[in-house]
Nanobody, 115 residues
Framework: QVQLVESGGKLVQAGGSLTLSCAAS????????MGWYRQAPGNQRDLVSN???????NYADSVKGRFTISRDNTQNTIYLQMNNLEAEDTAVYYC?????????WGKGTLVTVSS
């Protein structure tokens, strides 16, 4: 079993910045698939960004140029740097990692962007 704990979510004004963290209970050095999803009220959970073991990154069109995903294998932590936040970024943000055939999720952290 793998535990993921997200942190960093809070209320921020539009145009502001925020960094989310996701700490894993196991080493992520060998994990190829990991990243962030988000879910706004009444909406489905959508992919925000992911990163693989080689450092290749992928972003949803809506966050390209504003969000940056990174990983620190020494800290077993994934980060999501979010700049120029918009009201539409308001959501619960969930991190995930894929270990073998299983996907593990955190419980989420709430980001609220006021306009």
């Amino acid at each position: 079993q793998v535990q993921l704990v997200e942190s960093g979510g809070k209320l921020v004004q539009a145009g502001g910045s925020l960094t989310l963290s996701c700490a894993a209970s196991r080493s992520i050095a060998d994990v190829n698939g990991m990243g962030w999803y988000r879910q706004a009220p009444g909406n489905q959970r959508d992919l925000v960004s992911n990163i693989n073991r080689a450092g290749y990154t992928n972003y949803a069109d809506s966050v390209k140029g504003r969000f940056t995903i990174s990983r620190d294998n020494t800290q077993n932590t994934i980060y999501l740097q979010m700049n120029n936040l918009e009201a539409e970024d308001t959501a619960v943000y969930y991190c995930y990692i894929m270990v073998g055939l299983r996907t593990y999720w955190g419980k989420g952290t709430l980001v609220t962007v006021s306009s």
